[in-house]
Nanobody, 116 residues
């Protein structure tokens, strides 16, 4: 059974930084894409960044220029460096992986709180 385990969430003041990590276990397969989503209270889950390889990354407009996604295909790991955080970035952040045949998996989520 594939599992995605996130770490690195927490509380930070506006303007601060956090780095999230996600590791996939339980498979030798390499995902086609790994990424991050987030969900704030009362809002739908939104996509924020995807990683296929170092030359193929995408970002939502809301985080472009502030967040950087990176990863290791061989290790089935993905990271999200978040800089210049604002209270609007407060959410539960979820790791996502999609494998061949459209098999998708989600992490359990990690809370990020930006507050003064």
């Amino acid at each position: 059974q594939v599992q995605l385990v996130e770490s690195g969430g927490g509380s930070v003041q506006p303007g601060g930084s956090l780095r999230l990590s996600c590791a996939a276990s339980g498979t030798n397969l390499i995902p086609n894409v790994m990424g991050w989503y987030r969900q704030s209270p009362g809002k739908e889950r939104e996509w924020i960044a995807s990683f296929v390889n170092r030359a193929n990354t995408r970002y939502a407009d809301s985080v472009k220029g502030r967040f950087t996604i990176s990863g290791s295909n061989t290790r089935n790991e993905v990271y999200l460096q978040m800089n210049s955080l604002t209270p609007d970035d407060t959410a539960v952040y979820y790791c996502h992986a999609r494998f061949a045949y459209s098999r998708e998996y989600w992490g359990q989520g990690t809370q990020v709180t930006v507050s003064s």
